[in-house]
């Protein structure tokens, strides 16, 4: 299976958006600071993930969320009560 994740930063409440086909080993990589992008933002939880069969289409949604302002609006709006 692969992933895309959104992670909460606990230190300034900021998302990250991202994809990988271990999640668990992901989220410790982020929260050890070995992801240059986060490693300033530690600690991270993750506040919602999708799974699909396809590597391809996890990075057409990944790229979807970070890309068009719309899809990431509207899964924001989907996951509100997640995001405090």
Same mark, same amino acid.
């Given at each position: ?7 909460? !930063? #606990? ?7 991202? !994809?990988?086909?271990? %999640?668990? @080993?992901? %989220?410790?990589?982020?929260?050890? !600071? &070995? ?19 396809? &590597? ?5 949604? &990944? @790229?979807? %969320?970070? #890309?068009? !302002? @719309? ?6 709006? @989907? ?6």
């Amino acid at each position: 299976m692969f992933y895309v994740y959104i992670l909460k !930063s #606990l230190k300034d409440k900021n998302l990250y958006i991202g !994809s990988t086909n271990n %999640l668990e @080993r992901r %989220l410790k990589q982020h929260n050890n !600071s &070995e992801v240059f992008s986060t490693k300033s933002r530690v600690p991270f939880e993750i506040i919602y993930y999708e799974a699909y069969k396809a &590597e391809s289409d996890a990075r057409k949604r &990944e @790229r979807n %969320l970070k #890309l068009r !302002s @719309r899809a990431h609006i509207q899964l924001k709006k @989907r996951i509100e009560a997640s995001l405090k």
